[in-house]
T-cell receptor
Framework: EDKVVQSPLSLVVHEGDTVTLNCSYEVTNFRSLLWYKQEKKAPTFLFMLTSSGIEKKSGRLSSILDKKELFSILNITATQTGDSAVYLCAVGSRNAGNMLTFGGGTRLMVKP | GAVVSQHPSRVICKSGTSVKIECRSLDFQATTMFWYRQFPKQSLMLMATSNEGSKATYEQGVEKDKFLINHASLTLSTLTVTSAHPEDSSFYIC????????????FGPGTRLTVT
């Protein structure tokens, strides 16, 4: 059974801090790993990672995948209160069509 | 990016009634759509995979007679919660993968169901 574990479960930081969110996975015939940000409604897409060692970057957010050690990290630098959200990691398998397996999420709170 | 819509965004119904939620892919075709439910402070839990032109595939523990799924066309899937009970109150989200962008999934805005 495919499994995705995120850590920490929750995190409280102050504006300006840098945070690192972790996602480890066990999946048969890995296809891709995706990061989403969820505020009050449905998740919004952040990154999709398919290759090891290639950093994807968007503004203050960046992510990298390690397919040997089966994990990914999501970094947020110079955090702002608007970064407060639940960050979800999901993994897709070539054996499962388009289905994604989601981790439990990391709840990030950024205090002013 | 691709857009997925859901309707209604919020619904309140009485116990015992049925509620239909629609999920549409607006600018791409989706032969597959996924239905999730999410309880407060929990992650997304896949309920079922909706397949255009064939029966839906339900995850273990999800009652297929209670959560009826119909994938009527390449852009529309519906989830009907039949004989709703208060414990069915939840946030229901659909998603659809766009094969044109390597299976990236796009989520609808979600439907908050409250059963009184």
């Amino acid at each position: 059974e495919d499994k995705v574990v995120q850590s920490p479960l929750s995190l409280v930081v102050h504006e300006g801090d840098t945070v690192t969110l972790n996602c480890s996975y066990e999946v048969t015939n890995f296809r891709s790993l995706l990061w989403y940000k969820q505020e009050k409604k449905a998740p919004t897409f952040l990154f999709m990672l398919t290759s090891s060692g290639i950093e994807k970057k968007s503004g203050r957010l960046s992510s990298i995948l390690d397919k040997k050690e089966l994990f990914s990290i999501l970094n947020i630098t110079a955090t702002q209160t608007g970064d407060s959200a639940v960050y979800l990691c999901a993994v897709g398998s070539r054996n499962a069509g388009n289905m994604l397996t989601f981790g439990g999420g990391t709840r990030l709170m950024v205090k002013p | 990016g691709a857009v997925v819509s859901q309707h209604p965004s919020r619904v309140i119904c009485k116990s015992g009634t049925s509620v239909k939620i629609e999920c549409r892919s607006l600018d791409f075709q989706a032969t597959t759509m996924f239905w999730y439910r999410q309880f407060p402070k929990q992650s997304l839990m896949l309920m079922a995979t909706s397949n255009e032109g064939s029966k839906a595939t339900y995850e273990q523990g999800v009652e297929k007679d209670k959560f009826l799924i119909n994938h009527a066309s390449l852009t529309l899937s519906t989830l009907t919660v039949t004989s709703a009970h208060p414990e069915d109150s939840s946030f229901y989200i659909c998603s659809a993968p766009d094969r044109g962008v390597d299976y990236e999934q796009y989520f609808g805005p979600g439907t908050r169901l409250t059963v009184t």
